[in-house]
């Protein structure tokens, strides 16, 4: 990463960047959605998600990246 430009924005593609950006960012500021489906931090998400998979199908539960890997 060291001195390889090619890996980082230039000032000017940021600012656009933000100009682009800031209108929507302060559009949803000023209206929230009555609907969002928060959700408790810690949680697995909102009961709501749910509903995005196809009938029959399930998230796969989680993996604790917590605990060594056992060696057999």
Known sequence: MHG??????RTDQ??????????V???WGDSPPAD???YTAGSWGPAAVERLLEPGHRWPL???????????
């Open 36 to 38: 969002f489906p928060n």
């Open 62 to 72: 989680p993996t604790n990246l917590t605990e060594p890997t056992k060696k057999k």
């Open 4 to 9: 390889d430009v090619t890996l980082f924005m």
């Open 25 to 27: 960012i302060e559009s």
């Open 14 to 23: 940021v600012e656009a960047a933000w100009r682009l950006l800031m209108p």
